[in-house]
């Protein structure tokens, strides 16, 4: 695997991408991540839980009705999806060598997560333009899919300038 150059749409967000996930209450949690931070979310399906369940929609709140949520019945089709987007696929895995903050995120990138009980399997990390790590303390395997999703989306979103803008304070009487 090496880092494929990957031309960047200009201007768009990062999209968080579950692949298979385990869990609907992590899920969730990514749905309500993506909503209150502007990124889109793509789930990459089967999932292990009926999608829209009550777990679900429980850990997601009323923030699904604001996220802009994408599902794929495959990573096949996610691929393709991705590939015609032309956006770079960068997958977070505990088996990747660079950890993230010394990534240099582009905008429009992919940030892919694995399923919660086995992470991704040859071909998607084949398909993979980079690998990144959350660096953890030794002797630990790994954080919640959802903790992690946030981290990286936050440091995706600092290093391409698109946090979203802290409103200000009211004046004060």
Avoid at 43 to 58: H, K, T
Avoid at 66 to 85: G, K, L, N
Avoid at 139 to 154: D, H, K
């Amino acid at each position: 695997m090496t880092d494929r150059p990957v031309p960047a749409p200009a201007g768009l967000a990062p999209v968080l991408a579950l692949y298979c996930p385990d869990i609907a209450q992590n899920t969730g949690t990514c749905l309500r991540t993506g909503a209150c931070l502007g990124v889109p979310v793509h789930l990459i399906e089967p999932a292990g839980f009926p999608v829209g369940s009550a777990a679900f929609r429980r850990a997601g709140m009323d923030y699904l009705d604001v996220v802009d949520f994408v599902r794929h019945p495959s990573f096949a089709a996610f691929d393709a999806w991705r590939q015609a987007q032309g956006r770079r696929l960068v997958l977070f895995t505990t088996k990747g060598a660079t950890p993230y903050h010394r990534f240099a995120f582009q905008p429009g990138d992919v940030l892919l997560f694995g399923r919660e009980s086995a992470g991704a399997p040859p071909e998607v990390h084949d398909a993979a333009d980079a690998r990144v790590v959350i660096p953890l303390r030794p002797g630990l395997r790994s954080l919640n899919v959802a903790v992690s999703a946030g981290i990286a989306v936050a440091e995706a979103l600092r290093q391409t300038g698109a946090l979203p803008e802290v409103p200000s304070p009211p004046e004060a009487d």
